[in-house]
């Protein structure tokens, strides 16, 4: 497709459950970005990539919180045992690489709830 | 310290006025990147505007343009003539890094902007 796009679009989770969030970029994008959005927040940085290396991973609240793109593609965003404040919208996000005008084009997010 | 401060948490504009949006922001780059981004009550980001820390001129397209003050480290976004349709979340963003190298994206807490028939 022609944007960012990520499954599933809501997920309901059990207190202690695994979640796996995936995250399909703009082909050809060398930058993705994954953020958390709380309700009525702007969006917290939690990773970087550049390709398949993952630069920063500086804003994941926890070692709970995993994620990869092994391909240079699609990224996931792995969440082991679940607790409530991790309820949010996770959102991904894909820009080029370079100067000027660099956007990052974002997905529709992931509504996590766990319950 | 806040990368993006957003002061406003909430704004009320007249339909067909003019509004300012406040966005501040803290670097020690000399290059990077501004954005402003909107998110309506559905929840998608949409990409607004950019500007450039050397573009000279301030960005504008259409009915927003962005007051680039360097020097003071401000970024504020103008909405012109305003639309109903103009209600919504507006983000402020940084791009930081070097050029060909990781470049991190860090946003503002957002302004909540209402706009009244």
């Known amino acids: 497709g022609a944007g960012v796009s990520q499954s599933p679009r809501y997920k309901v989770a059990k207190r202690g459950q695994d979640v796996a969030l995936r995250c399909d970029p703009i082909s050809g994008h060398v930058s993705l970005f994954w953020y958390q959005q709380a309700l009525g927040q702007g969006p917290e940085f939690l990773t970087y990539f550049q390709n398949e290396a993952q630069l920063d991973k500086s804003g994941l609240p926890s070692d709970r919180f995993f994620a990869e793109r092994p391909e240079g593609s699609v990224s996931t965003l792995k969440i082991q045992r679940t607790q409530q404040e991790d309820s949010a919208v996770y959102l991904c996000a894909s820009s080029v690489q370079g100067i000027g005008r660099t956007e990052a084009f974002f997905g529709q997010g992931t509504r996590l709830t766990v319950v | 310290a806040q990368k993006i401060t957003q002061t406003q948490p909430g704004m009320f504009v007249q339909e067909k006025e003019a509004v300012t949006l406040d966005c501040t922001y803290d670097?020690?780059?000399?290059?990077?990147?501004l954005f402003w981004y909107k998110q309506p009550s559905s929840g998608e980001m949409i990409f607004l505007i950019y500007q450039g820390s050397y573009d000279e001129q301030n960005a504008t397209e259409g009915r927003y343009s962005l007051n680039f003050q360097k020097a003071r480290k401000s970024a504020n976004l103008v909405i012109s003539a305003s639309q109903l349709g103009d209600s919504a979340m507006y983000f402020c963003a940084m791009r930081e890094g070097r050029d060909g190298g990781y470049q991190k994206v860090t946003f503002g807490t957002g302004t909540k902007l209402q706009v009244i028939p």
């Open positions: 670097t020690s780059d000399q290059s990077y990147g």
